[in-house]
């Protein structure tokens, strides 16, 4: 599965819409994009996914380039509870691929 | 709708002694999954299930550490014995079906091991 690349950290103001990066340059054609979260103290939690297509959820959106080369989470009105580490994950969605590689993920902070 | 069930929480033991660990999956899910989570090495994934049947161990550490799944709704990681270094967070999982990369995790299952 591709490797990822994420900010190590970020801020972002209480009510303002938190725009998470993410790089996958090496990304393949049948990998697909996963994003996932983890509060403190609590287990992941999947948020969204996405092959090539812009993608949207009660959660949140994904935006996907056109090249694939790299994708944003948006969390369009943050709230404190939305702070937590964010990770981003490529991988083949094949059965019998079931391994997710989580990273080191961005901490994102909501600012009160 | 309950979530992934694991218990204990939290769990301190002696070097030595044996420790299990419990999980119960989401109703209609029919692919559980074991990770483990550590400062140094994050979350890994130690095995999996689908139907109840194990298919992939190879995250297993080593023999100490055992897994399963009497039934769909009940699964068990044993670790036998224990370690100080099989300290850490030990999350389980489920999914609809094996291929989705839609996991449901549990809250964990903290263990210590002095």
């Known amino acids: 599965d591709a490797k990822t690349t994420q900010p190590p950290s970020m801020d972002c103001a209480e009510g303002r819409a938190a725009n998470l990066p993410c790089n996958h340059s090496?990304?393949?054609?049948?990998?697909?994009v996963y994003w996932y979260r983890q509060i403190h103290s609590q287990g992941p939690q999947y948020i969204i996914h996405?092959?090539?297509n812009n993608e949207t959820n009660e959660m949140a959106s994904l935006i996907i380039t056109e090249d694939r080369k790299s994708s944003t989470l948006i969390l369009p009105h943050a709230t404190l509870r939305d702070t937590a580490v964010y990770y981003c994950?490529?991988?083949?969605?094949?059965?019998?691929?079931?391994?997710?590689?989580f990273g080191t993920g961005t901490r994102l902070t909501i600012i009160p | 709708d309950a979530g992934v069930i694991q218990s204990p929480r939290h769990e301190v033991t002696e070097m030595g002694q044996e420790v299990t660990l419990r999980c119960k999956p989401i109703?209609?899910?029919?692919?559980l999954f074991w990770y483990r989570q550590t400062m140094m090495r994050g979350l890994e994934l130690l095995i999996y299930?689908?139907?109840?049947?194990?298919?992939?161990d190879s995250g297993m550490p080593e023999d100490r550490f055992s897994a399963k799944m009497p039934n769909a709704s009940f699964s068990t990681l044993k670790i036998q014995p224990s370690e100080p270094r099989d300290s850490a967070v030990y999350f389980c999982?489920?999914?609809?079906?094996?291929?989705?990369?839609?996991?449901?995790f549990g809250e964990g299952s903290r263990l210590t091991v002095l």
């Open positions: 999982a489920s999914s609809l079906s094996l291929g989705t990369g839609e996991l449901f």
């Open positions: 090496t990304i393949s054609g049948n990998e697909y």
């Open positions: 996405g092959l090539k």
């Open positions: 994950i490529v991988r083949v969605a094949l059965r019998g691929n079931e391994k997710l590689t």
């Open positions: 109703s209609g899910h029919n692919s």
């Open positions: 299930f689908n139907n109840n049947v194990p298919i992939d």
